[in-house]
Structure formats: structure tokens, C-alpha cells
């Protein structure tokens, strides 16, 4: 069983930047495709970003674009989320997920594991 725990989430002033990690225990990391999703309060969870699971492709959500990178380090199992420029609008529970079939998808229902979610706020 693939167990992921996120952790880097804070509170901080629009404009500052925050970086994420999600840490994978058990199952083999190198192999799937990792995804960061957020939920803000009243919404839906949303697809942020993926990274293939060689790092060779990145794919992000447009409001993000410019603003976050995803990478990942398969050596230390871990994927990263760079978040600079941060609006008050993204503030929400950012969660990491990990996919098994090595493709990339945007929709949560394709993701096999998930973590327990970080807070991620961002002040005006």
C-alpha cells in the first residue's frame, strides 16, 4: 500500500512562496505519475499540476501556469510543489495523488493514492 504525507503548507502574504513535498512510502514511486490537487473551502477538489513519472513532462492548470512547478526527486520518492507569486485565491488543502498507469491524467477519479492534505493559506 502506497502511503503519501504532504508537508510545507503555512500561512503567508500574497506574493510570498511556499514549497510542498509529498513524501511516498511502499509501492514503487519511480513509476507513477504524481498530481497536486487542492480543495478550497465550499469547493471541489481541482487538479493543480502532474509530473510524469520519469519528470520528462509537467502539466499545470492555468491559473497556476508561470506561477508553480512540480518536480520530483525518485531517489528520495518524493514529489515537490514550488508555488511562487501566491494569491489569496490560491489558498485551499493542497493534497498530492499518484497514479498507476504512468499516464497523465487531470481528473482525481484517476488517481489510485492520496495523502492526507496540507493548508495552504494565503493573506491580502
Known amino acids: 500500500q502506497v502511503q503519501l504525507v504532504e508537508s510545507g503548507g503555512g500561512l503567508v502574504q500574497a506574493g510570498d512562496s511556499l514549497r510542498l513535498s509529498c513524501a511516498a512510502s511502499?509501492?514503487?514511486?519511480?513509476?507513477?505519475?504524481m498530481g497536486w490537487f487542492r480543495q478550497a473551502p465550499g469547493k471541489e477538489r481541482d487538479f493543480v499540476a502532474a509530473?510524469?513519472?520519469?519528470?520528462?513532462?509537467?502539466y499545470y492548470e492555468d491559473s497556476v501556469k508561470g506561477r508553480f512547478t512540480i518536480s520530483r526527486d525518485n531517489a528520495k520518492n518524493t514529489v515537490y510543489l514550488q508555488m511562487n507569486s501566491l494569491k489569496p485565491e490560491d489558498t485551499a488543502v493542497y493534497y498530492c495523488a499518484a497514479d498507476r498507469t504512468r499516464l497523465v491524467h487531470t481528473a482525481q477519479g484517476n488517481y489510485d493514492y492520496w495523502g492526507q492534505g496540507t493548508q495552504v493559506t494565503v493573506s491580502s
Open positions: 509530473i510524469t513519472w520519469t519528470g520528462g513532462g509537467t
Open positions: 511502499g509501492g514503487t514511486f519511480s513509476s507513477y505519475t
